[in-house]
C-alpha cells in the first residue's frame, strides 16, 4: 500500500523549547491511526505543522508523493488535508447549514463567486453531509448556539465537506457524551472503512484510542517513543511508564 | 471594536427582507411629493449617504474589520468624478449628458485602484490593527489632496459641479440618485448573498477555520476591500453634483465616522441596516439643525445609548423583539 503521508525528520521550536524534534512519521493510504501522548507531548504541535498553521523549522512533510512543507493552510486544504481542532472551530453566527455549505463551496472552488447565489450552489452535497453526521435537523440553528457534542459533529461535517482525503481530528471526542462519542467515533470508522480515508486522531480517552486506531504513535517530549500496533504499544515498558501506566490499560 | 451582534441573514430568514426592501424604496419613492425641495434635498443626502454606509457594512458586518479610513474612497470617488466633470465641462460652464454620466462612471474604478493599493496592505492585519491602517491611510489620502493644490485644489476643493439642466432640478438628482442606489443595492444584495457574501461571513467569524477549508483569507478580504472601495466611490461620484462641490474634508476621519455611526443606529447585521441608520442619522441631523448648534453632542449620545443598550441598532432591536414573540408563541402552543 502506498504512502500517502511521509514526514522527514520534522523539528520545531519556540524559543528554547523544542516541541517537535526530528520526528520521522508516515501514514498508509486507509489507515485509521492516533498519536497518543501526556499534556505537551508536541502531538496538537505535530499537526498544526502538518497542516501549515505552524513553519517547521526543518524536516520535509510529503502528502500523496508532494512536498507540503511549510505551504499555507489553504493551500494544504486544498491538496485534499482537514481537520477538525481540539476546541470546536467553527462559525458561530451562521447557521449549521450555512457552515456545511460555505465549506462546500470551498471545495467546490466557488468561493469567488460573487454573482451566484449561494442557497442554489451545493445544496445536495451540504445535505449529504449533513445527514452523515445527524445533523439534518439541526440544519438551520445558529451554530454558536449548540451543545458542546453538536459543535464538535459540526467541526467534523465542515472537515468532511472538504471532501478530503486524508483527515486529521485532534482530539474529537472532547466535551462528548459517552453515547455522542460513541456514535462520533462509529461514523469516523464508517467512513475510513466504507469510503476509505485516511484518519489520523489524537485523543486522551484510551478506551476509544484501542478500540478505533489500526496503528497507534506515542509521543513524549515532541519525539515519537513507541510505534505499532494497539497490542504492540500496550505491551511496550516505555510506553507504559511514560503514558499508559497512568492509563491502566 | 467586536464583530457584529446580529447575524447577517436574519431578514432572509424570517421572510422578511423583501417587505422591508419595498417599503422603504415606495417611502423613497413618495418622498418628492413632501411641500418644497427641503426633504428631497434631505433625501438625496439619505441615499447617497447610505450607499456610502452599505460599502462600509461590507467590510464590518460581513468581513468583521472596522475601517476608520473607508471615506478616503467616498473622497477619491467624488474626486475623480469631479475632475473629470471639470475637464469634460465646456467654456460656458455646462455639461452635456453624455459627459456628465461618464464623469459618474470615473468615481467608482478610481476609488477602486485607490482600495486595492491601501488594501493590499491593510488586509494582512485584522481587528485593531487592520483599523488603525485603514486610519492611517484614508489621512494619508486626506492630506496628499489637501496639500497637492495644483492638481486638487487644495482646500479650496473643487467647485461649480453643476449638473447638466434637467438634473438642476432638485427632485430629478434625487430620482437619478435613488435609481443608481437601488441598482447598487441590488448587486451588493446579490453579492452578500453568493458564495463569496457568505465566504465572508466565515471569515469575521472564525478566519483560522476558513483558510483550513481552503479559503486564501488575504485574497478574499481584498477582493471585498475593492468592492467596498468602489461602491463607496460611487457614492462619492454621486456627491458632487448633489453639493455642486467636493473638498478634502470628505476624505477625513469624520466622514468615515458618518458610516460608523449610521452602520451602528441601523444595524451592521444585514445590508438594510446602514441604509436605514442612513435614515435616521440624517433626518435627526437636519432636524436637530434646525434647533441647536448642538448636532455633535446629540449624535455622541445617542452613539453612547446605542452601544450601551443596542449592540445590534435598530434592526437588532427588532430582531429580539421578533425573536420573542415566537419564543412567547411557542410557549403558548
Known sequence: MAAILEVTNLHKHFGGIHVTRHVNFSMHEGEQSAIIGPNGAGKSTFMNLLTGYHRCDAGKVVFEGRDITNRSPHEIARRGISRAFQVSSIFVKMSVAENVRSAVHAQMRRSFSILGAASRIGVEETGRVLALCGLESKRDLIAGELAQGDKKRLELAIALAGKPRLLFLDEPTAGMSIEEARSTMELVDRLNRELGLTVLFTEHDMGIVFNHARRLTLMHRGEIVVQGTPEEVRANEIAQKVYLGEHHV | ?333
Open chain 2, 1 to 333: 471594536m467586536s464583530a457584529p451582534e446580529v447575524q447577517p441573514g436574519w431578514l432572509a430568514r424570517h421572510g422578511l427582507a423583501r417587505p422591508v426592501a419595498m417599503a422603504m424604496l415606495v417611502l423613497f419613492l413618495l418622498v418628492p411629493l413632501l411641500p418644497g425641495e427641503y426633504w428631497t434635498q434631505v433625501s438625496t443626502e439619505v441615499l447617497i449617504l447610505g450607499l456610502f454606509a452599505m460599502s462600509f457594512n461590507l467590510l464590518y458586518g460581513y468581513m468583521g474589520q472596522i475601517s476608520f479610513g473607508h471615506a478616503a474612497f467616498f473622497g477619491v470617488g467624488a474626486y475623480a468624478s469631479a475632475m473629470l466633470f471639470v475637464r469634460l465641462k465646456t467654456a460656458g460652464g455646462s455639461i452635456g449628458m453624455l459627459d456628465f454620466f461618464l464623469s459618474l462612471l470615473a468615481g467608482p474604478p478610481v476609488a477602486a485602484f485607490a482600495a486595492l493599493v491601501v488594501g493590499f496592505f491593510c488586509v494582512r492585519l485584522t481587528g485593531i490593527y487592520f483599523a488603525m491602517l485603514s486610519l492611517a491611510f484614508g489621512e494619508l489620502l486626506f492630506y496628499i489632496v489637501f496639500s497637492w493644490y495644483s492638481f486638487t485644489k487644495g482646500d479650496d476643493g473643487i467647485q461649480g459641479l453643476l449638473p447638466p439642466l434637467f438634473f438642476q432640478d432638485a427632485v430629478n438628482y434625487y430620482y437619478l440618485t435613488l435609481a443608481i442606489v437601488t441598482l447598487a443595492f441590488l448587486v451588493l444584495w446579490r453579492i452578500t448573498e453568493s458564495p463569496f457574501g457568505y465566504i465572508m461571513r466565515t471569515l469575521r467569524d472564525n478566519q483560522r477555520r476558513a483558510a483550513f477549508l481552503g479559503i486564501n483569507v488575504r485574497l478574499h478580504m481584498l477582493i471585498n476591500f475593492v468592492i467596498a472601495g468602489s461602491f463607496a466611490g460611487l457614492a462619492g461620484a454621486l456627491w458632487g453634483p448633489f453639493s455642486r462641490s467636493v473638498n478634502p474634508g470628505l476624505l477625513g476621519w469624520q466622514e468615515s465616522g458618518v458610516a460608523v455611526f449610521m452602520t451602528l443606529i441601523g444595524g451592521a447585521g444585514s445590508l438594510i441596516g446602514p441604509l436605514l441608520g442612513s435614515v435616521i442619522y440624517t433626518l435627526l441631523q437636519a432636524v436637530v439643525k434646525m434647533y441647536t448648534v448642538y448636532w455633535p453632542l446629540t449624535i455622541g449620545t445617542i452613539i453612547l445609548l446605542i452601544v450601551l443598550f443596542l449592540p445590534g441598532g435598530v434592526l437588532g432591536l427588532i430582531e429580539k423583539r421578533l425573536k420573542a414573540r415566537r419564543s412567547a408563541g411557542d410557549g403558548e402552543t
